[in-house]
């Protein structure tokens, strides 16, 4: 029964008003500040790592003698350590501090088990460190996004599943009985993740499957982990983030579970395409292909509820920081998600295969989707957690403004360049280095981009360090100068 | 949609089919290859064992996130460039694990190299300094790969004979580590140049 009642429910998302009170929502912000605080610290950390080694890969991709002598930071060692530190350490600390946040929020009561969390995530860093490092020493694997030495895998693992059931328990305390999107794609992202590590670690490393087929479920798990949890964490926080910082319902709320449905499925094979015209069975890579096409649907859906919300209040975007990250991240989302779509089309893919067209594609959904939409959620609860006003506005805007820029022109340069990349590999029979030659403006785009980019998460870092360590002016001290987010969750246009 | 196992149980069905579907049936189908024919005539060749060697090296050192192995025989150029004769088989990597097949071409495809260069004394060179034997490749140099020492006595008959401008200082001489030597190997050990009854090539599929 109570299946069939979840079913009709999702078709028809009920919906409940509530009130709120500044004082319940201290006690639930007090009941993770700790935790909380720690995972945007790892995520901040990280981003200054991810972003010195994209520059340092990006410089050696054009200048191979650059730093050169060291054998633990040679090109393929640089390049694995750059993207995992992205994934595992900026985007996987500052997503789930999102998540963490919103499930508690919007359950409405102040969930314990603080101490789980804590050691969790601290494992977590530990273990991404320890992957790093790995990665150094020369125990890579030669698969994407699980370059991480297999030693590291159960820690990695288990510390997320520290993380996932304290999500588990927080969601299961809640006072409200229905949920909002927000919550069902942070849960969806913490049971894929489980899943699709479980799968990747047991089919290509525990019992591994013969020959090619650990490509297979590579990219199986690659395309997933961008698909099924990063994607579906920045998801969480775009749902979250515009109700409450524009204070209107999101347009179209209704669709909500279509768009959820459709986006889990199709998404669950979409990368699979990545695999066409090499030694792998044709029609897997074709149920890749037509997974690809399918998220056009999610796609509308997202498209027509984020831009409508977004654009009813136009001047907020220009007035507030948190929802101008947000509506950067909603943009690129569409454009990433189109990327995508294309690559899979065989015409395109016959062009573009092997050339760094799908880095360009990746970046964009993982930074300009995914980072700066927690970059604008975190800018929305760092003052509600500390109790403070960020101390410098100004510094906030320089930092949208630059990483803005060179998050383009790092897509810029990979996505374009890896087109004239890919024409000149898979259509002529010009050599590798006159290719090379040819594409070296567009690297050097992608360096520019690297070193406005991390300008950017500089100027993010200082703004951080900024607000925790100022002191409390006495305004800050007597009252509580937060004005409590309208609650509209429940509640649709 | 308002309970959490509701989401659960709708996850897991989602990519539990994706996994079985994309994952599972094709291994089953297609997953247990075995190897064809004996002594010099199997398929796939095996590799020597310095070059299983040279194998992890060049794990190690992620060559994989620069030079794929894998030739693709109904696009692309491939073919035209040499690179290969045929497009790679399932059946060329039964004995992989783990499989190299790579991703992105920064550098040319290597799933033959050991056909196209069988100089041992071009890839000593090379991965010294690319730029000796590829003047302008963006690959970087495996310098720590080899020694430089002092001449005591005879040289080393192993030493490398470098041009001028990458010569050490007088006195001195480059000579390959074991690993430069095991890479080498495996390098000269890529091939995929036996014949596949059923890998697609530009003449069998004439009429596209």
Known sequence: MNLICNLFSSVFPTLEGDGSKRDREQGIDASMRFATLGLIKGSVFWLLVSSLLGLIV??????????????????????????????????????????????????GRPSGNSGLLIIASGAWNVSVLLGLLGIFKGDQTPFRMLEFPTYVAPLLFASFIGIGIWILLAFKSRVYRSSFASQWYALAGVF????????????????????????????????????????????????????????????????????????????????????????????????????????????????????????????????????????????????????????????????????????????LVLVGFAGMSFTGVIYYILPRLVNKELPNTSLADLQFWVQGLGIFLITVGLVYGGYVHGSLLNQSTADTVAILENTKTYLFLTSLGFVIFSFGNFAYAVSFVWIILSPRTEKEKSADLIESAPELEYTHS | MNRGPFIFIGVLIIVSLSWAFTLVKPIQEAGRLSPQGLGTDRVPTLLPGLASQGKEIYQEQGCVNCHTQQTIGIVGSDIAREWATRQSMPLDYIEQTPVLTGTNRVGPDLANVGERRTDANWHYLHFYNPQITSPGSNMPSFAFLYEVREIIGEPSNRALELPAEYRPEPGYEVVPSREADALVAYMLGLSQAYEIEAAPTPEKLAYK
């Not at chain 1, 040679?74 to 992205?86: E, M, R, V």
């Not at chain 1, 889990?264 to 690809?292: E, H, T």
Request: a positive charge; proline letters at 4%.
């Open chain 1, 58 to 107: 990006s410089v050696k991709l054009h200048s191979p003698n650059y730093l050169s002598e060291y054998s633990w930071l040679t090109y393929g060692k640089a390049y694995p350590a750059f993207w995992n530190a992205l994934i595992y350490g900026w985007l996987f600390n500052a997503g789930l501090a999102c998540v963490v946040w919103i499930v508690s929020r919007l359950g």
């Open chain 1, 192 to 363: 894929s993740f489980v899943w699709i590590y479980t799968v990747a670690q047991g089919m290509i490393f525990c019992s591994p499957a013969q020959g090619v087929f650990q490509s297979v479920v590579a990219a199986w798990f690659g395309g997933n982990l961008v698909g099924l949890v990063v994607i579906p964490f920045a998801l969480a926080a775009v749902y979250y983030a515009i109700p409450k910082v524009l204070g209107q319902p999101i347009v179209g709320y209704r669709q909500s579970n279509i768009a959820f449905w459709s986006w889990i499925l199709f998404s669950s094979c979409a990368g699979l395409a990545s695999l066409g015209n090499g030694p792998f069975p044709a029609w897997v890579v074709s149920v890749g292909v037509v997974a690809s096409f399918g998220l056009l649907l999610p796609l509308s859906i997202f498209s027509m509820q984020f831009l409508s919300s977004l654009l009813a209040s136009f001047s907020k975007i220009w007035d507030t920081i948190s929802i101008r990250f947000v509506f950067y991240a909603v943009v690129a989302f569409m454009v990433g998600t189109i990327f995508t779509i294309l690559g899979a089309l065989r015409g395109v893919q016959e062009v573009t295969q092997f050339s760094q067209y799908y880095d360009g594609v990746r970046f």
